[in-house]
Structures are given as C-alpha cells and as structure tokens.
C-alpha cells in the first residue's frame, strides 16, 4: 500500500503537500465563509467567485501543459507554490486590516486560479518523473490518500479557527503551508527523477488532443470527466450553501459536514493504493453512475446527520471515481505527450467548474441550495449512462489494449537525460 514511499524523492513531495494542501483546504472553507458573510449568504455571489478560480484552468490549461511537457516540473512547481503564498498572504492582511470587499476576494480568486492553471498539470505529471511508470498507481492514489488526509483535517481546523481568530488569521496560515512543498521540492534529487530521454522544444497543444481524439480509450472517459466535473463536483459551491441556508449550520458545523465527505474519499483513495494497472472502462463507467446516484441522495437527505452520512458515501465514489479516470488516461497516454494530455483532463475535469458554478449558483438562488446537489447527481448518473451505451455501441478498445505501459522512461542517469539543477 505505502510502496512509493520508499522513493526518497516522493516522501519529500508527500510530505510538503500534506501541509499545503491542509492549509490549501482551511483556505477554502475560510473564503467560502466570508464570501457569505460580505453579501448576506448570496447564492450567485458564491457561485462568481468560484467562477474566478477555477476560470483560468479553462482558459490556460491546455498552454500550461505544454509547458510542463517542455520545462522542469520541479522549478515549475516552486515557483508556482511561492506565487500562491503571497496572493493568499495578501489577502489574509486585507482581511485583518478590516479592508477587504467582494471584488478583492473575486481579483485574489483569479490570481489563485491563474497559478493552478500552471500547477495542476504539471504536479500531475511530476508524479510518474518521482516513482516511474510501475509504481505510478500507488503514487497517485497515495497522493489523492494524503489529498484527502488534508482535507478532513483542513475544514475541521478552518471552522474552528474562524470562530476563535477569524477569517484572516487562516489565511495566513495557508500562505505559510506553501512554503513546505517548497521546502520539499528544493531538497529533491533531481538526478534521481524518471525523465524522458528529452523534452521538445516545441509542445503543441493541438498534437495533444490529437493523441487523446484518436484513442477512444481516453475519449470515452474524459468525456465523462467533462459532464460530472462541470455539474457533479461543485462542492465547494453546494455545501456551504447547504449547511447554512438549508441546515443553519455555523462555521464549526459546516467544516464537519465538509469533513464528512473528506473522510469518505479519504477510504476511497486508500482503497485504490492497491491498484496495480489500468482500470477498465466498465468500472470508470460504473464508479460514474454510483457517484451520480449518491450524490442525488444526499441533496435530499433530511436531516444535518443525514446529510453527512450520504456525503461520506458521496466522498468515496467521487475519489474512487476521479482515481479511475485518472490512471485510465494516465496509463494509457504516451509520456511525451502526457503533460498535455493530463492538462485536457484538468481542463475538462476542473476548468469546467465555472460553467457549472454559475448554473447551479442560479438554481440554488432560485430553487434552493438542495437544488445544486440534485441536478449535479441527476446530470453525473446520466452521463454515466450515455457513456455506457457510446461504450457497448462503438465495442472498441485502445489500439494497444488495455495492457499498455509507455516504455519511454529512463532509469536515472541514462545518457542524454536531461538533468535539472539543483
């Protein structure tokens, strides 16, 4: 189960993410809290900022990608994580200053998510140069393990901390949880990284949508990702406005129903560090229509405690679910193309969140905030069932079969291996 952290390399990375993905999720929960707390609990409010942060990724993904098939990740990935510190100081001084409005939050919001636009495919990708092609599932579900290890934590303290210190105290503290993925990615190896024998000078994004569109064994399932990541994972939306409005919940009881759902994607991600290879379609397909079916339950749930027992059964299908799409695609793209392909995946994954969040924040506005969840599980179930029936009309597999593994990597210290300085 804990096979990859043996590599020196990525117990380094590990350890640097639990803090700042912690810090990262406290973040979270504290400008959610205060978005509802300058507009007056604002459904629509609610759903723009989310907007402005996840905007980027739709915009950018793809350019970042490439990036990342042609720079050093490593050096990416600092500087990226130092940019985040300081948006996320900035704002926490505003905030404590007694200075901050909306449109602060909403700029702040951008910068953040200009930066995870570079981040995201890249630390993705950076995952199979830390441990090799063999061990990458158990990387990825390890990393999705110590993700969700966070975010249980991280919501818990957040909600706490606002009531005692406020937002902006928590803030700060998530500028400073950057500094240890810094810290972790400074110490690396880098001679004992798995590169490709070299980096193309020029990484076209067209080359890799090319690569995904003429293999239907990553259309299929990143298709899938688009629908359910643009209407099915909106929580950062859907449950706050849940616990406050629907269930009147103060800023304690909202990190735990937040927790709730962590500590189920928590089991999931540690179920799938024991998956070896690449996960066939049926069960991406399978894990898809569960998550819609949880997800729709517990936008009905009546009661608080309901509600955070369906959220944790929603939890682990949604990770159970991303984890497959993720080492379906992972595993199946070409490495020199894999940046690229990761950034699709982020871009159809997560950058589709804005259109999902202005919809739902209107049907929330208008319907209710149990609206949100209904039609995002509704929307995940029949995606689910429409990409069951593309799969059994088209009965295609990937030309290479499900068995594929890119032999590309090199051990470290191969000759014509790039190398970055330390």
Known sequence: MFQSLTVRNFRLFAAGQIVSVGGTWMMVVAQDWLVLSLTGDSASALGVITALQFAPLLLFTLHAGGLADRRDKRRLLIGANLASCALAALLGVLVLAGAVRLWHVGLFALGLGLVNAVEVPARMSF????????????????????????????PAVAGLLIGWCGTGTVMLLNAVSYLATV???WLMRPAELHRTAHRPRRARVTDGIRHVVARPDLLLPMALAAVIGMLGFNFQLTLPLLAKTVFHADAAAFGLLTTAMAAGSL?????????????PLRRVIGTAAAFGVLEFLAGLAPTYTTAGLMLFLTG????YFAQATNHRIQLGADPAYRGRVLALYTLVFQGTTPLGALLLGALSESLGARSGLLAGGAASLLAALAALVAHRVTGRR?????AWHPPLDRPAGAPGRDRAAP
């Open 127 to 154: 995952v199979s140069e830390l441990v090799g092609t063999d061990l990458l599932p158990n990387a990825s579900a390890l990393s999705a393990a110590y993700f969700n290890c966070a975010r249980v934590l991280g």
């Open 183 to 185: 810290t972790g990615l």
């Open 267 to 279: 089991g999931a991600a540690f179920a799938t560090t024991l998956r070896r290879g690449r996960p």
């Open 316 to 319: 682990f299908a949604s990770v």
């Open 398 to 402: 990937s030309p290479a079969g499900d």
